[in-house]
């Protein structure tokens, strides 16, 4: 699909022809209706327009369609500001999708502290709940309680991939949403999920949607757009893998042959605090069935990637680097392969602890050439550039020092520059200090050595910056 150029609409805009400005989107739209930027850019329009109500409908279309956008929290908050006007009936018109039915899957086993809630969330949202139960407490027993609740029971093989297939056969609707027990949709996004089926039900190919995690971990929440959890369910897309099951049609996971997109249907996720992973064993039964995973398919990049990634959650990071490396070698073989970018991310990470900054360097530069708009590349680039530079500063206070340790003994023919010793070699110390952010420390060297012959003026100049710095942090 090429890419859109959206500059005649932006134009229009800028030139204030906004009736103009809103036909010509509307007519991309319904050529192009997932097109995110198109509706941010017709939201606009009727926002200008002071249409409030219609452009905030759009803007949330727009949103469903990109949930990782950075306009949303200021543009809705501004738009709470103004009064709502009627929707135009066009626009209502506009936003109408293709009426389809959703299934909610959920796989449990011993749920019974959760699945209640998690059904709870889920009504409204789905004409059908499936619960695929493995469990010898109470869940099902739960669960049944609930309307449009069909608990399927099956015998546990340690797979969850066939265990998720079983669920498929059974589901009558026309998309799936997978959710966890221990996950719960967001009151705001129950909407959207009919919403999002809607949109994506007629795709060529068809779509496999990533939904956005919170996933909850010590106190902070971790945002995560990684699992594809919604798809149609009657065009012949199955799971595969073990644990950390993957998607994919009856060719396998890479291939080109589904629409892959994120959309905002929010599930809020406590399952990776550290205490439950412990309560419950995950970290032990993962490595188990991704060592399985790996032995029964050794090139798959995603199994090894997976693997890794695991061996460094238990701590095993030697472990962890073999597995990784090959990794990045299975993934250079697998074209399709798309995460790469986390291979590369995790051998940084660990070169970077163990304070290997070149061999960072390098993997750092193959995530760059590989992925250059993941901006995790850029960041840790920067990181092992400010390691180097440490490393550099500690190198050159060493020789430093090391300069005024052997000058008093030389002895040789050429003459050493004897204002090593009277300021140039502190003044350089005080330098390194000022760079380290050790600003008193640096202050103190130079109010020293300004008091040296021939050092005043260079001196000066690093006590007013330190100055200016300082009135800087205190207003």
Not at 21 to 34: H, N, V
Not at 278 to 286: A, D, F, M, P, V
């Amino acid at each position: 699909m090429a890419p859109t150029n959206y500059d005649p609409y932006i134009s229009l805009i800028q030139k204030g022809n906004l009736q103009e400005a809103e036909s010509a989107l509307l007519l991309a739209i319904s050529e192009s209706p997932i097109d995110a930027q198109l509706w941010v850019m017709l939201g606009e329009t009727l926002l200008l327009q002071q249409e409030t109500t219609s452009a905030q409908r759009v803007l949330e279309r727009a949103w469903l369609l990109d949930p990782q956008a950075q306009w949303v929290q200021s543009m809705f908050e501004g738009i709470r500001q103004l009064p709502a006007t009627p929707v135009l009936p066009h626009i209502a018109e506009l936003l109408q999708v293709p009426k389809v039915t959703v299934a909610a899957g959920i796989l449990t086993y011993n749920e019974s502290a959760n699945i209640a809630k998690c059904i709870a969330a889920l009504q409204g949202a789905v004409d059908e709940i499936l619960v695929i139960d493995s469990s010898t407490d109470d869940t099902a027993q739960i669960a049944a309680q609930y309307p449009k609740v069909k608990v399927i029971r099956i015998t546990w093989t340690d797979d969850f991939a066939a265990a998720r297939n079983i669920g498929l056969a059974h589901i009558q609707s026309d998309w799936v949403l997978w959710v966890d027990a221990d996950e719960t949709l967001l009151p705001a996004d129950v909407p959207a999920v009919r919403e999002a089926a809607g949109i994506y039900h007629n795709m060529p190919v068809p779509a496999a949607l990533h939904v956005w995690h919170w996933n909850r971990v010590n106190g902070a929440v971790r945002h995560d757009f990684s699992q594809v959890r919604m798809f149609p369910a009657q065009r012949g897309l199955r799971y595969y893998g073990r644990i950390h099951e993957q998607v994919g049609t009856a060719a396998g996971v890479y291939q080109d042959d589904t629409y892959r997109r994120a959309v905002r249907i929010r599930l809020d996720h406590n399952g990776y605090e550290p205490s439950v992973v412990q309560s419950r064993g995950k970290l032990e039964r993962n490595l188990r069935l991704l060592a399985q995973m790996v032995h029964d398919e050794p090139d798959n990049p995603g199994h090894l990637l997976l693997f890794g990634r695991e061996l460094l959650a238990a701590k095993k990071e030697e472990e962890a680097l073999t597995v990784l490396v090959e990794a990045e070698r299975m993934a250079r073989q697998t074209p399709l392969f798309g995460r790469l970018p986390e291979v590369y991310r995790l051998l940084i990470q660990i070169k970077l602890k163990r304070k290997q900054a070149d061999e960072a360097e390098a993997y750092c530069r193959l995530l760059i050439a590989d992925a250059p708009d993941f901006p995790d590349g850029h960041y840790l680039l920067a990181q092992i550039k400010m390691q180097q530079a440490n490393t550099l500063m500690q190198e050159a206070e060493k020789e430093l020092k090391q300069a005024l340790q052997v000058l008093p003994q030389y002895r040789g023919s050429v003459s050493p520059d004897y204002q090593i010793a009277e300021w140039k070699a502190a003044a350089a110390l005080g330098e390194i200090a000022h760079r380290s952010g050790k600003l008193a420390k640096a202050k103190e060297v130079w109010s020293k050595v300004r008091q040296v012959p021939g050092s005043s003026e260079r001196v000066r100049r690093k006590l007013d910056e330190i100055e200016m710095e300082r009135q800087k942090l205190n207003s």
